[in-house]
């Protein structure tokens, strides 16, 4: 039916929207809009309409976009059960508009049209990462703010921090020699955290002498290279992440062994057949 098609309903709706329920509908002849969008969560549904009437709805989630380059920074402070938002540069648009949640589908928005150096923000619960992100309008109507939005700022924040409910997974031992071995392993998990990642704690024991030794790590390395380890030895790892709240559970014991003699390079053998 494609050559019969007069033209197309572009639905555009931000999430969240306190303001109204109903999106903001486009009317088009060509396949493509351009859409400038402020960083908050918007969704985008597209239909054709003809004589006869209008096409089921295809939807589009826009991407969440990378918060680079913005003209400002927020600052979260926790404040009873409140959260209490400043900024840096100071800035006084006609308004704000604040948004926070954990995600696309739990995101709270607020406006604020007075001039003010702060504001307070709830529905905080801890343990939990909310992502805040403060735009800035000079229209301050309600119904057409959305479409003149520009982002000011984007921070994440923890209303109450614990420690890692577990340790990083696929803890491996590789490349082991008389004194040294490659640890290996993947990051806890961003749900697991329960608060900003610090860094990791490697534990390695020697059994014969029972002796253990600790190396701490920040937190985007995910593998270390143990050295002064002694030859013929059985060792045990273990690893554990922290946050400003103290130290999650450590990882399953690893052991190894290493060997009393050094690591043998493959050798590699070539005949060359030589015709008489």
């Not at 992100?133 to 703010?145: G, N, P, R, W």
């Not at 998990?189 to 329960?194: I, V």
């Not at 190894?256 to 043998?264: A, C, D, E, L, M």
Request: glycine letters at 6%; charged letters at 20%; proline letters at 5%.
């Amino acid at each position: 039916q494609s050559e019969n098609i007069l033209g197309y309903f572009v639905n555009v709706k931000r999430i969240p929207n306190s303001c109204s329920n109903s999106p903001n509908r486009i009317f088009l002849k060509d396949r493509k809009i351009l859409l400038n969008l402020s960083m908050a969560y918007y969704r985008v549904n597209i239909s054709a309409y003809n004589e006869a009437g209008e096409s089921p709805q295809a939807i589009y989630i826009v991407p969440e976009f990378s918060a680079t380059d913005l003209p400002g920074q927020i600052h979260v402070k926790r404040q009873g059960t409140n959260a209490v938002v400043t900024w840096t540069p100071e800035y006084n648009p006609k308004c704000f508009v604040v948004d926070w949640g954990t995600g696309r589908e739990d995101m709270h928005m607020k406006i604020i049209t007075t001039a003010t150096g702060n504001f307070t923000l709830d529905n905080f619960q801890p343990y939990t990462l909310y992502k805040i992100t403060l735009h800035a309008s000079d229209v301050c109507q309600c119904e057409s703010f959305i479409r003149h939005e520009k982002t000011f700022g984007v921070t994440h924040f923890y209303f109450m921090e614990g420690v890692p409910r577990t340790g990083p997974t696929n803890v491996t031992i590789l490349n082991i020699t008389k004194h040294s071995a490659l640890v290996k392993w993947n990051e806890i998990a961003a749900e697991d955290r329960l608060g900003f990642l610090r860094g990791y704690k490697i534990s390695y024991t020697d059994l014969s002498r029972k002796k253990s030794l600790a190396v701490t790590l920040n937190s985007s390395t995910t593998s270390y290279h143990l050295t002064g380890l002694k030859e013929e030895t059985i060792y045990r790892v273990q690893i554990s992440g922290f946050t400003d709240a103290g130290e999650g559970p450590l990882t399953l014991s690893q052991p190894f062994s290493t060997p009393k003699y050094g690591t043998v390079e493959p050798l590699c053998i070539c005949i060359t057949q030589h015709e008489s």
